[in-house]
């Protein structure tokens, strides 16, 4: 299918759903109202054969030449998947909202117009239910407005609003659709019934695929036409009529009216309008659902140079489902974007020439974006390479253009919680592939020890250092700048089998109120205390008493002992100067004799110990 990649979704939802835009065009004035003397119903229309319809028809003056068609299954049929039939129905000259507001759809004045494009929803409902179609079978699915100019009575010119519709089903409420035969036949009916209604203008077939020679909706041209074909075309303004047409290659796209259209360059086309013993009503250079211009009257440069506004440079984060549908499409991010917004580009709208990974960026050319969540590039015309890979930024698993905590966070919340948070999860919240490449530190996938390689150069470690580190570097910091009487043991002076275990610290000066500080310190950063050792020896002293001290410690510590150990100095009273103090808890076993083996294997003088069991 070509373009719009939700055009299947949004028309099995609400006609609302899409937001309005406008194409400035010069179109045939409405056809005849249709007066007629009986009312007729969807019921009646299905239960009349080809005949019938075609005797309602000219018994009405509902003639092709005036823009009627008889459709049937079978021309439904011959118009295929790759191609849209579109209805135009035109709205009374005012409406009156349900709160009492006059809106203007026609006017002389191009902003007696617009100023109200914000009530399209509620004309647009209105059409919908006047037309009559009975909704639980097929109805009328709302696209947008468009702005056409026309010539009037008086010679002159009028700006004119439309809308466009197509027919849509509630599929899950007629599973007897999904036969083709049937859903082509009530398609027809719906097609032939919609003409009945006061509101109609036209039908239109738009998405024309290529036909093969013999088409008979194939003009006579051979001669590709250009943009600069157009604006030498241009030169002669109102005096362009079909004949200076006609050596150009084009189909007549019309059902009823002539609609000549010329595929140009870049998506753009002319489509020439009207019956073709007067002169054109409207001959249009526009892109599809974008703004269009009358070339006789309207300045063709600018309206290209304004076209070159519509590029959108896109980062490709990953392939995704498409809503609830198994339809694949690409997830980018918008890098024009302040809050770096995420859009759907649809694999068809991207050169067979371009092989799309993640993290290469693109140069979008497009007619607009649908309102949806994410939103979705309308008719692509042009997808180009800006880079392969610029988008890959290593640590950046949130692709938000930058690398900190939060992209640890991210890691760690995918990895624990896959179903609100991984690929898959629901409103496209959850990781990209993208993230996933930029978050796999090492290469081997994404893990914990990425989210723990990222903090690590978030703190400008090493990537050889461990949580640990990182840890002791953060008590580190905090003793420095608080500047308390605390002091953090360099793993080299720690004995190997301990250096990555524990942290070890040294308060051996400290005040009470800077214990505190630290202790704070630790349950606000939610720091395990059990990976903090503190040492009670001095590692430049070479005293006796600090030497045993020290011995005793790593001692105590490698048997896993219940004691604690610690050099008492400074009292005046030389009883206890100098001593090496060992508390332990007396009810436990062996501790006492496995303290006493130390002392006796060390040859230590009982005269420097003092020790007592504690409760």
């Not at 005849?32 to 054969?49: C, L, P």
């Not at 013999?214 to 604006?231: C, S």
């Not at 859009?343 to 068809?348: G, H, R, T, Y």
């Not at 005793?552 to 610690?566: C, F, H, K, R, T």
């Amino acid at each position: 299918m070509k373009k719009r990649i939700l055009a299947a979704v949004i028309a099995a939802m609400c006609m609302t759903s899409v937001a309005p835009g406008y194409a400035f065009a010069e179109t045939a004035p409405a056809a005849d109202v249709v007066s007629a003397e009986e009312k007729y119903t969807f019921e009646m229309v299905q239960n009349m054969t080809e005949d019938e319809i075609k005797a309602l028809f000219a018994e009405k003056g509902m003639t092709e030449k005036k823009g009627y068609s008889v459709w049937t299954k079978k021309k439904v049929a011959e118009v295929g998947d790759e191609q849209k039939i579109v209805i135009l129905l035109k709205p009374d000259a005012k409406f009156v909202t349900a709160d009492g507001r006059e809106i203007v759809n026609e006017s002389t004045e191009i902003m007696d117009i617009v100023k109200s494009d914000d009530d399209f929803r509620e004309q647009m409902t209105y059409l919908t239910d006047a037309v009559g179609l009975p909704k639980d079978k097929v109805y009328l699915a709302g696209e947008y407005g468009e702005i056409h100019t026309e010539g009037n009575d008086e010679d002159g010119r009028v700006r004119r609003r439309y809308y466009r519709f197509h027919i849509s089903y509630l599929f899950t409420e007629n599973e007897e659709l999904e036969n083709s035969d049937i859903r082509n036949k009530i398609t027809a009916d719906a097609l032939n019934y919609v003409q009945l209604s006061s509101y109609f203008n036209s039908i239109v077939i738009e998405n024309p695929i290529s036909y093969s020679s013999g088409d008979p909706t194939e003009l006579k041209g051979t001669k590709q036409m250009t943009l600069a074909d157009v604006k030498e075309l241009a030169k002669k303004g109102d005096a362009l009529d079909w004949s200076d047409f006609e050596e150009f290659k084009g189909r007549d796209v019309g059902s009823g009216l002539y609609i000549w259209q010329f595929e140009l360059e870049k998506g753009f086309f002319i489509k020439v309008g009207g019956v073709t013993d007067k002169k054109p009503d409207y001959i249009e250079l526009s892109r599809k659902y974008g703004k269009g211009i009358d070339i006789r009257t309207e300045d063709i440069d600018a309206y290209l140079k304004a076209q070159e506004a519509y590029y959108l440079t896109v980062t490709v984060l990953g392939e995704v489902k498409l809503f609830t549908t198994d339809y694949t499409c690409w997830l980018v991010r918008d890098d024009n974007s302040l809050y770096r917004e995420y859009k759907f580009l649809s694999p068809n709208d991207i050169g067979s020439d371009i092989n799309v990974v993640p993290g290469m960026k693109l140069k979008v050319n497009y007619s607009g974006i649908l309102e949806t969540f994410p939103g979705q590039f309308e008719d692509v015309y042009e997808v180009n390479v800006v880079s392969e890979d610029a988008g890959l930024i290593k640590g950046d698993s949130n692709c938000d253009g930058q690398v900190d905590m939060a992209d640890v966070v991210f890691i760690m919340q995918a990895l624990a919680n896959p179903d609100r948070y991984g690929e898959k999860a629901e409103e496209y919240t959850g990781i990209t592939e993208l993230g996933k490449l930029n978050g796999d530190m090492n290469g081997d996938g994404l893990t914990v020890g990425d989210a723990l390689a990222i903090q690590k150069k978030l703190l400008g470690l090493d990537e050889t250092e461990t949580l640990l580190d990182i840890t002791r570097k953060k008590i580190s910091d905090f003793i420095d700048e608080s500047k308390i009487n605390f002091t953090v043991i360099p793993k080299e002076r720690i004995p190997e089998k301990y250096a990555d275990k524990y942290v070890f610290i040294n308060k051996n000066y400290c005040t009470s109120k800077e214990r505190d500080t630290f202790d704070k310190f630790i349950l606000q950063n939610e720091i395990d205390k059990g990976l903090i050792k503190y040492i009670t020896y001095d590692l430049d002293d070479d005293h006796k008493v600090n030497k045993i001290v020290e011995k005793l410690y790593w001692y105590i510590l490698d048997n896993d002992i219940n004691a604690s150990v610690s050099r008492f100095a400074g009292s005046n009273d030389p009883k206890f100067e100098d001593k090496v103090v060992i508390s332990y808890n007396w009810r436990e076993e062996d501790v006492k004799e496995k303290i006493d083996a130390f002392l006796e294997e060390n040859n230590v003088d009982p005269e420097l110990v003092i020790s007592g069991g504690l409760e």
